[in-house]
């Protein structure tokens, strides 16, 4: 699985955008770029993927450049509750099991 | 409501003593997983289970057994060979939808500390 690269943290303030990147230049044709966030003492929790084409969910937004080497996840609105560790994870899809390998992520910090 | 169980919350032991950790799922997923975590790193893969009655080491399974005998239970048991087990443990399950695994569930996580 290709190798990625996140700042260790950033700020931001409370209903503003949060825009998180994510290096990836390493990354093959049949990778996926997944994005988890992890609460304080908490269990990690799936937020989205993609693999060339923007996704939106009802959480966040993915975008991904047209060379793929690296990817922008975007928090709309956020709020003190989004206040985590955000991983980067970029990964083939599997048909038999998956398996993440998480580095170490960028702690956000949604100020009020 | 479906969801991962871990129990207990926070677990202490003497160093010397195996302890098993509980991970159940009520979601009727396939894909069983451990992890371990250390203070401020990433979470490591210990075991996986695709299927009941299979499974596989991951990254750092030296000191660890697993065992699935049903499908909603994927208990790991921590042994005296392990040189550092006090870590924050995950269990997470999944399955596929159209074909691939996309999200992992996680459960709440056991802190275990060894004294």
């Known amino acids: 699985d290709a190798k990625t690269t996140q700042p260790p943290s950033m700020d931001c303030a409370e209903g503003r955008a949060a825009n998180l990147p994510c290096n990836h230049s390493t990354i093959s044709g049949n990778e996926y770029v997944y994005w988890y966030r992890q609460i304080h003492s908490q269990g990690p929790q799936y937020i989205i993927h993609?693999?060339?084409n923007n996704e939106t969910n009802e959480m966040a937004s993915l975008i991904i450049t047209e060379d793929r080497k690296s990817s922008t996840l975007i928090l709309p609105h956020a709020t003190l509750r989004d206040t985590a560790v955000y991983y980067c994870?970029?990964?083939?899809?599997?048909?038999?099991?998956?398996?993440?390998?998480f580095g170490e992520g960028t702690q956000l910090t949604v100020n009020p | 409501d479906g969801g991962i169980t871990q129990s207990p919350k926070y677990l202490f032991r003497k160093e010397g003593q195996n302890v098993t950790l509980s991970c159940e799922q009520n979601?009727?997923?396939?894909?069983m997983y451990w992890y371990r975590q250390d203070p401020g790193q990433g979470l490591r893969l210990i075991y996986y289970?695709?299927?009941?009655?299979?499974?596989q080491k991951g990254d750092i399974a030296e000191g660890y057994s697993v065992s699935r005998e049903k499908k909603e239970s994927f208990p790991l048991t921590v042994t005296s060979a392990q040189k550092n087990p006090t870590a924050f443990y995950l269990c997470a399950s999944s399955t596929p939808t159209g074909g691939s695994y996309n999200e992992q569930f996680f459960g709440p996580g056991t802190r275990l500390t060894v004294l």
């Open positions: 289970s695709q299927i009941v009655n299979d499974f």
């Open positions: 979601l009727n997923h396939d894909a």
């Open positions: 994870i970029v990964k083939i899809k599997e048909t038999s099991g998956s398996r993440l390998t």
């Open positions: 993609g693999l060339k």
